[in-house]
Structure formats: C-alpha cells, structure tokens
C-alpha cells in the first residue's frame, strides 16, 4: 500500500503501494516545532487557525436536541485563553494532572483545551463514573484540581484525595470556600489573551484510564508527539477536506473522543459538531440532517441501534450529506455495511485501535475497496503483523496476536505509577494488542476476539476483574466470576456469576440490588445484565476465579483442560 500524495478535493489517500512505507518526519513541516523546536497541542489545533485564513470559520458546534452554540477559530481562541487564565490562577502548572468529570458542554472543550495551553496533563472522566471509579483515577493520578458539576460532586471523595487542591464548578450560583471554585464567575473575569506553555513533543497530553483483565484501571499517557498521527489520520482515514462538517459521537471521557473528537478535527481545521443528550434515533438522523454532516464516525453498537430503529426512522430524514461513514470500537458485522448501504448509501469504514495506540493503526480507506468484516490495513509507516507465543510471525489466514511493530508516533508512553505494566505490552519488538486475528493473503486483517478477558460491551471496555471487586464488597457475595455473553446489539453484555455467603438466598431482588450496587459504585456500563446464582465457583489451586470455564458454561462449549482446578 502507498501513501502517497495528499490530493485534496481528492482523497488524501490516493494510491497504495505495498510498502507501506511514510516518513513521519514528513509531517513534522505543520508544527510549530519545525522552526521553534516546542510544540503545544492547543496551540496547533486552535489558535494556528485562528492566526489564519480559518479565524472566522466554525470550530465547534454544540447542539443538544434543544440550545445550539457555535464557536469561530478566533471564539475557541479567545475561550480557551480564559479558560487557560482560570486555571492558572488556581494553581495550575504545567504537569500536573488536571482532570474534567462533567457532561458534554462547550465548557468541557474550553477547559479541556485552556488546560492543555497550560501544559497540564489531562484525565478526562466519562459522566456516568460512580464514585469508586472517580476515586480509583483521581488517586492513582494525584490529581491537582477536578473541573466537575454541582450534579456530579457527590461521587467525588473530596476529602480522600490528598493531593486534591481544587475543585472548579461549572454551574450558576456557585458557593466558593478554599477548595470550590466557580468557572463561570472566574472565566467571565479572565482575561482572553494568553500564551501557551511552549512543550516538548515528548511531555504530557491526556491520561485515558482503562481496563485490562487483572488489576484497577490502568492510566494510559499519551505526548504532544501524539498529534502527528491525529493530524494525518485525519487525512488519511477521516478524509477531512476544508468543506466538511465532522460528527464523531464518543464521549471525550474515552480515547475516540478525544483523539478524534477534539485533537484531529481541529488539527485539520474542520468544523466539529458536538452532541450534548443521550442516544435516540430519530435525534441522531436529525443531527445528521440539520447540519448537513459530511463525515461521520461512530461505533457498531450504535450503528445497530439505528438499524434495530428500521429503516422507516432513517426514511424520515434527509441523510444525503454524508460522503463517508467510519466505526470503531468492536467487530463491524457485515450485515451492518450492508444495512448502511441501505439506509444511507454509505459503506461504513471500520477502523481498529485501542487507547494504547493513542490513533487509528488498521483501517479502511475511501479509496480502498472494503472487504466487509475487515478491519482494513495498517496505517503509511506503520507495520502490523500476526505473531505467534513466541514472537514469530506468522503467513496469511494463521490467526494469533495481533501485534504492532513498535514505535509508532501516537504510542503511549507509560501506563502512569507503573512501569512494569508498561514493559509487559512489548514482546521483541511488537506491541502486543491483546487481540486476537488473522491477515489475508492481501494484507486485509481480520478481527477474531479478545486474547484475555477484557470484556467490550457496547463499545467501552470493561475489566471483569473490577466488577469482580465491587461485586464482592457486597455483603451478600462471596465470591463473583464476570464474564462477557455475546450479545447481537451490544457485542457483548457483562454476565456475573455469583456464589452467595451462608444465609443468603438466590432470589430476583437480590440480583436487582446487585445490579444496583454496582451500578453505583463504578458505572451503569459495568453492571451485570445478567446474573447466575452457584453454589460454587471454578477455581484453580492458587484460588483464581477460572473465566474460561465459566465462559465455556455459558456457551455450552468444552471446558478444556481442568488440570489446574481445585477439587
Ligand atoms: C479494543 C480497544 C480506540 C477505539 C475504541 C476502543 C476492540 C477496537 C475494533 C474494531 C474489532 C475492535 C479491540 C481492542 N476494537 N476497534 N474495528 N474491530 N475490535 O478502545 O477501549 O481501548 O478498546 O477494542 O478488542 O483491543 P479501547
């Protein structure tokens, strides 16, 4: 495959060769570190525009089904620059981490970017974390300061957060003391002029938290370096050309949001329509058509939902805008290319990475043919194979681990307090995913499964070894195996199975409180939809929960081999 020319109001990605060969340095002459040797990843994806021929274009636009707002280059410059002063008058410094726990707003953009100009790093929180989930990331951290809402402080431990200084609140009527803050009153002060912190292309950017099969979430680092493949992805695979209106619909608190809903559509200097409000159909087509979007990027399980929806809610609406639709997340069903074909007369382009990877690494191409059930190929200058245990490679239509050959511009950098984790991703020379796959004799590959545990329902990740935790902490478990049950909409559901302490008895209440108790302490997309009373859990010898042999229950399968079972 060959990258080749950028052809614009052609497809950035025109031809291919098989090489696959780009020199990333290439892509160096768009930053400012070219001529001044520091970088800011604010600076590049605002106010480089604004100085420019994009100051008076749309930037963001926010709509939530009712209010719209719309906000100029120059406007986001001008935001974000307050938003930088309001944190520096509280204390903020370059490194620290800043973290944002608050619903979809134009504020969350302007505080997420105003910390960046500062240098900070940023942990952006998803609003349905409980507050387990809040502690466990803002500890892990040692967070400085906590960009949140009236509505969402109570799942913030204030107190047990030692290196918590502040707490800034985005809402009317704020009562301010020495920690709480309000961003309404101090950014209507704030001055609107500003210089960004100038970076190293190798200092801190965002800090993703996310599941593995064992362990707490782990926090995922990312570099200002990150930006070289947020702004050629863009390009390349988002295809983003001056005219396009732009929809990514991931939520910033996990990586697609913020890679692809902030860092890439500014970099090029797209217009970003940002959609506040829950998921419905018929809201989503109107969002569409209201605003003409052109490029369009989501995730399988909504793309399902709105198949599930029918074509008659799609009919309702004038969805001829689009030019190219792109997923990612989860295996991309065939069946779903085909519908969107349908519906739209797209064909939806999957697209794989993972938060490790900080940006797209396999994907689908405009000018590419799609094979439907593909991830696609591997991004220019970048290599990706299928390995064995051993760190062979191996032919085409063998499946192993799918493994990436290291470094790649994106690429974390630490998983934060912990190094040995961050060693335990590279095997001679690859990232090893974790994900299991196969490539085809032309290159294509092709998603298999999860290599350990980690569960993806309806796109996010979730590791059973934290529900596990929270599952015991509730009187009546004594023990818990979390597993993931394929399911057709959502990929898969989380399903527990559960062995109750003595005196306890296994009744539908009892699961609705569990459910529950889950769902308040880590987040409604981590509790079990389904959940199997048993006397007794298969453990090994060492007394680890076997999720292999409860998965192999669930799906009537062979239990394999049972050798390290206890009796
Ligand atoms: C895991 C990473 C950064 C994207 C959002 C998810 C699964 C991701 C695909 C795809 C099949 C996919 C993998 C991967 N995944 N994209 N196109 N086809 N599976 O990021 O939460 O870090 O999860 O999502 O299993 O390892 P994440």
Redesign the pocket.
């Known amino acids: 495959m060959k990258v080749l020319k950028a052809l614009p109001g052609k497809h950035w990605l025109a031809e291919y060769d098989e090489t696959n060969t780009y020199d990333w340095k290439d892509a160096e002459q768009y930053f400012s570190w070219a001529t001044t040797g520091k970088v800011n990843m604010a600076h590049e994806a605002i106010d480089r525009h604004a100085e420019g021929e994009r100051a008076n274009k749309d930037a963001l636009i926010y709509f939530d089904g009712t209010t719209e707002q719309r906000f100029t280059y120059a406007d986001m410059k001008r935001l974000t620059n307050k938003a930088a002063n309001v944190l520096v008058d509280a204390g903020v410094k370059t490194g620290d981490r800043i973290f944002i726990f608050m619903p979809r707003s134009p504020e969350l953009y302007f505080a997420l970017l105003g910390a960046l100009k500062v240098g900070a790093i940023v942990g952006p929180l998803f609003e349905a974390f409980m507050e387990q989930a809040v502690r466990d990331r803002l500890l892990d951290s040692e967070a400085k300061l906590l960009v949140t809402t009236k509505a969402l402080l109570p799942r913030v431990p204030v107190g047990e957060l030692e290196s918590l200084e502040k707490v800034v609140l985005v809402d009317e009527d704020v009562e301010e003391s020495d920690t709480l803050l309000d961003f309404r009153k101090a950014f209507e002060q704030a001055s609107d002029v500003f210089e960004p912190v100038w970076l190293d292309r190798e200092d801190g950017l965002i800090l993703h938290y996310?599941?593995g099969s064992t362990g707490k979430p782990k926090g995922v680092l990312h570099v200002q370096n990150a930006m070289i493949q947020h702004l050629m992805t863009g390009r390349w695979v988002l295809d983003l050309q001056e005219d396009d209106i732009y929809w990514c619909t991931?939520d910033p608190g996990?990586?697609?949001g913020t890679?692809y809903g902030i860092f890439a559509p500014f970099l090029n200097g797209a217009t970003n329509i940002v959609v506040g409000g829950r998921f419905n159909p018929d809201f989503w087509y109107s969002v569409i058509e209201k605003y003409k979007v052109t490029v369009w990027y989501s995730?399988p399980t909504a793309f399902r939902m709105l198949m599930g929806a029918g074509a008659d809610v799609a009919n309702h609406h004038d969805l001829s805008s689009l030019r190219h639709v792109l997923?990612?997340?989860?295996?991309?069903n065939p069946e779903v290319i085909r519908w969107g074909k349908e519906a739209f007369d797209q064909r939806i382009h999957?697209?794989?990475?993972?938060?490790?990877?900080g940006a797209m690494m396999?994907c689908n191409y405009k000018s590419m043919d799609i094979k439907p059930g593909s991830?696609g190929k591997p991004i220019p200058g970048t290599q990706a194979a299928i390995i064995d245990d051993q760190g062979n490679e191996l032919p085409p239509f063998r499946m192993g681990n799918l493994a990436l050959k290291t470094p790649w511009p994106s690429m974390m950098r630490q998983i934060w307090n912990n190094p040995q984790k961050y060693e335990s991703y590279f095997f001679k020379g690859w990232y090893v995913?974790?994900?299991s796959a196969y490539m085809d004799d032309e290159g294509y590959f092709w998603?298999q499964g999860?290599v350990d545990d980690?569960i993806?329902t309806a796109?996010?990740?979730v590791g059973p070894f934290e529900v596990e935790s929270r599952l015991v902490e509730h009187p009546a478990v004594a023990e818990a195996g979390v597993i993931g049950k394929p399911d057709p909409v959502r990929g898969e559901i989380i399903k527990a199975f559960i062995a109750l302490r003595d005196g306890y008895e296994p009744t539908d209440e009892l699961k609705q409180e569990i459910q529950a108790f889950v769902k308040e302490g880590l987040a409604a997309h981590a509790a079990p939809r389904e959940i199997d009373f048993r006397d007794k859990l298969p453990k090994t010898r060492s007394g680890k929960i076997m999720r292999r042999v409860l998965k192999a229950w669930e799906l009537n399968l062979e239990t394999g081999d049972l050798s390290t079972m206890e009796d």
Do not use: K, N, Y
């Not at 997923?327 to 991309?332: A, C």
């Not at 999957?350 to 990877?357: A, G, K, P, V």
């Open positions: 996310t599941s991931a996990w990586v697609t890679s995730a997923s990612v997340g989860e295996p991309l999957d697209t794989w990475w993972m938060t490790e990877t396999i991830m995913s974790g994900d998603f999860r980690v993806m796109g996010e990740r």
